[in-house]
């Protein structure tokens, strides 16, 4: 059984970085390709950025610059860096995982760590 699990989220003030994690386990982990996605207050959930198994990176509209996905092929484990956070960004980050199996890909997705970034 796939389970993902955030971590990291929190309290930060305007400009602070915040590293979030998610742990993946019940993958075929070099088949599975990661990704963040985040929900902010009044708009529907967004691509912040996806990773592939061999590390090409990926980012949604107008991520790129602040936020930094990475994965430890060891730990089976995906981080988000998110650099000079902004009000805007206070939402729910969720992970992803699409994993290649049997021929099909599945998605399998976190119940999401929050972050709220203070004025």
């Known amino acids: 059984q796939v389970q993902l699990v955030e971590s990291g989220g929190g309290l930060v003030q305007v400009g602070d970085s915040l590293t979030l994690s998610c742990s993946a386990s019940g993958t075929i982990w070099m088949s599975t390709s990661m990704a963040w996605y985040r929900q902010v207050p009044g708009k529907q959930r967004e691509l912040v950025a996806t990773i592939t198994p061999q590390g090409k990176s990926d980012y949604g509209d107008f991520m790129q610059g602040r936020f930094i996905i990475s994965r430890d092929n060891v730990k089976n484990l995906v981080y988000l860096q998110s650099n000079t956070l902004r009000p805007e960004d206070t939402g729910i980050y969720y992970c992803?995982?699409?994993?290649?199996?049997?021929?099909?890909?599945?998605?399998?997705w976190g119940r999401g760590t929050r972050v709220t970034v203070s004025s």
């Open positions: 992803r995982a699409r994993m290649f199996y049997s021929g099909t890909y599945q998605e399998y």
